[in-house]
């Protein structure tokens, strides 16, 4: 690979320990991928060092310890525990306190310890051709797709790319991928962001880990819609950017969207397409234990739809409702009495972590010191495919899925209302 200067002097140790350490492993991730050069990037969303595993928030301790800072601005991702409100998730105070030493790291290596998988919701916005690294799939493809910035689905490397500013040219960095590869044409009434993230899952999974350009939208789609679609593409299958020509940067028309390649014959995407990702998510249960709103972690503009859902309505009894949210996004409804509103109805609010990544997960092997015992869950309701999928797969419970209003209508009468069926 071509080093400039300043790489190779972090790579010969002149910057530090934590530099070269980092400039290492990103030379060894670029001659892996072929790649000519690195590239300067503006922003990282990195790993959060997972307090269901103690090895992982030393690491991070290790990189504070020494001197590793964030050279661009970093967000941090998803945890293992609400740090501050972990009884109401039931999470032994033992995995807070842990995950509260991560966040103790990260505020040394200069991170926003953001906790979340949606930072852009809390302030955290790169913008078009802005080159930047992230741990999250959800993140990747909605600052791909959406911003016009420019990330590959990285691991570990996140962090080491925002330790030096810098990442090798490979992937969505480069511009020959950032182009269609195939084409959906949506023949159906979409509304709000659960009919989006079961798009999404449908077209995800036939994409692979191409780039699908998806058309026939009777309106422009909200953000909230457009971060549920990125959200069920990157579930499904493999791929990091989508493009929904007009809306999504730069490419205005489906033509541009192809960059000059022949555009391929359309795959039509009909109500049954949609209705069959609901269906594939509703399995047999005899109660009801968790309805979740929330997945991706939920915007301003959803926590007030919520509320307006929930004023005057009350929870019923033996069921939670769970709407997870960032810290900041929970912070900025509590300001506005919006958290007020979906507290009086019984919801419970829970930032930094989400179902499928607290403690109720079976296929992880925590810390043993920790005393985490995941709770048997006899059901879950949820309103986003990505968050069915990881609920089958890891708490491995009967999940049913459903959109956001009747999951809220569900909370309230206790019994699953379907999609459609409010
Ligand atoms: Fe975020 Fe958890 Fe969904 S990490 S995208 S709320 S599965």
């Known amino acids: 690979m071509d080093l400039t200067q300043a790489e190779r002097d972090m790579l010969e140790g002149r910057e530090g320990p934590a530099r070269q350490r980092a400039m290492k492993g990103l030379v060894q991730l670029g001659r892996a991928y072929g790649a000519p050069r690195m590239v300067e990037i503006g922003y990282a969303h990195i790993h959060a060092g997972m307090a269901l595993y103690l090895e992982d928030v030393e690491l991070m301790e290790e990189l504070a310890a020494i001197d590793a800072r964030m050279a661009v601005p970093a967000s941090v991702n998803i945890a293992n525990a609400d740090t501050v409100n972990w009884r109401a998730t039931g999470a032994p105070e033992s995995l807070a306190r842990l995950q509260r030493r991560a966040a103790g790291a990260h505020a040394r290596l200069g991170s926003d310890c953001t906790f979340t998988c949606t930072p852009y919701w809390a302030g955290h916005w790169p913008t078009w051709n802005t080159h930047m690294t992230s741990i999250e799939s959800t993140v990747t493809i909605f600052c791909n797709s959406v911003l016009g910035a420019r990330s590959n689905r990285d691991g570990f490397f996140a962090v080491y790319a925002g330790m030096t500013g810098r990442y090798p040219l490979f992937g969505y960095h480069r511009d020959d991928m950032r182009r269609g590869t195939g084409l959906f044409v949506v023949e159906a009434d979409l509304a709000g962001p659960s009919d989006f993230s079961c798009l999404g899952f449908h077209v995800g999974a036939a994409i692979g880990d191409g780039v699908p350009v998806v058309t026939g939208f009777a309106r422009r789609p909200s953000l909230d819609e457009l971060d549920a679609l990125g959200a069920g593409i990157a579930t ?24 000059g390649r022949d555009v391929p014959a359309p795959t039509r995407v009909g109500r049954a397409a ?3 990702v609901y269906a594939r998510y509703r399995d047999a249960h005899d109660a009801i ?14 926590m007030k739809h919520y509320a307006r859902l929930l004023d005057g309505r009350r929870v019923a009894g033996g069921i939670e409702l769970w709407i997870t949210a960032s810290r900041n996004v929970r912070n900025a409804a509590a300001d506005a009495g919006v958290l007020a509103r979906l507290e009086a109805a019984g919801a419970k609010v829970i930032s930094d972590t989400c179902p499928m990544s607290c403690h109720f997960a079976r296929t992880v092997s925590p810390d043993p010191a920790l005393g985490v015992v995941p709770p048997r869950l006899r059901a879950v309701v949820v309103d986003s495919a990505k968050q069915a999928k990881y609920v089958r797969d890891m708490i491995q419970c009967p999940v049913l899925l459903t959109g956001a209003e009747e999951a809220v209508e569900t909370a309230c009468s206790g019994r699953f209302v379907p999609r459609g069926a409010r």
């Open 289 to 302: 234990d968790i309805v979740h709103l929330g997945c991706p972690h939920a915007s301003w503009e959803e």
């Open 236 to 259: 499904s299958g493999g791929a990091s950017m989508f493009i929904v020509p007009g809306a999504t940067p730069p490419f205005a028309d489906v033509e541009a969207a192809f960059g």
């Open 274 to 276: 949609i209705d069959a």
